[in-house]
């Protein structure tokens, strides 16, 4: 098994609008660790969203490799790339992306559905999710009966019910107020202590940023800087690719 999550080598990625070519990627060499909490942050137009696409396998490079618990993504047919988002990928988004006619249990469990997980089994493993994050007198809750932190609550355990192997987080506090993404917050640095669990983050939030032990800053399509951080400020550069 490698003992990287997921690894970036020489990823590009174009893109045509009109007749204008857009370079978003221009060769990206990344690696991250099991168990590491990394914040990707850039202006707009960095390439943050195209880069989670990717990593995601929501995407294809245009040249230069994805590899995701040391598969490559690159000729993987559709059927075998869902299969390996389901078990391997938990996916938080700024959104919630919550399917608004099923309840917060329902939203939590339909990825077990999906992999064909008995029933009680499900139950079991949705409680104890939906306990973990604040949630477990919420279950018979839809979304719109939620308010944003919630929701996005609901959202984490989503991304965890299939035990993956990372999380990518696209601006996971973005639409919440400050003191609930602190609490989101929390609770993502205690799953990832407590579980080994790998957080990559997508975020323009400062209190993101500073939380994070690995800071990658993009910049027009490609690592700006990437640096470990102890929570009070820089400790060292980290190589491409390490």
């Not at 991250?32 to 696409?53: C, I, M």
């Not at 618990?69 to 000729?75: S, V």
């Not at 910049?219 to 951080?229: F, W």
């Amino acid at each position: 098994m490698s003992d990287f999550v997921v690894e970036a080598k020489g990823v590009t990625r174009t893109f045509m609008t009109g007749d204008v070519k857009v370079r978003a990627l221009r060769g990206v060499d990344m690696a991250v660790e099991r168990g590491d909490f990394v914040a990707v942050a850039g202006p707009s137009g960095s390439g943050k969203t195209t880069l989670f696409n990717l990593l995601g396998g929501l995407d294809d490079p245009t040249d230069g490799e994805v590899f995701v618990n040391g598969e490559p993504l690159a000729g993987m047919n559709p059927r075998r790339r869902s299969r390996l988002r389901l078990d391997k990928i938990g996916f938080v988004f700024q959104a919630y992306n919550l399917i608004p006619v099923l309840t917060a249990y329902e939203n939590v469990e339909y990825p077990l559905i999906l992999k064909k997980v008995p029933a009680a089994q499900r139950l079991k493993r949705v409680q104890e999710l939906l306990d973990a994050v604040g949630l477990g007198g919420m279950l018979k809750r839809r979304p719109n009966q939620m308010s944003g932190g919630q929701q996005q609550r609901v959202a984490i355990a989503r991304a965890l019910v299939c035990d993956p192997v990372m999380v990518l987080a696209d601006e996971p506090t973005a639409n919440v107020d400050s003191e609930t993404g602190e609490a989101l917050l929390d609770l993502m640095r205690k799953l990832n202590a407590e579980k080994n669990l790998t957080f990559l983050f997508s975020t323009h939030d400062p209190m993101v940023m500073a939380a994070a032990r690995r800071l990658i800053r993009l910049k027009d399509g490609l690592i700006d800087t990437d640096v470990r951080q102890n929570g009070e400020g820089v400790d060292a550069s980290v190589p491409a690719g390490a």
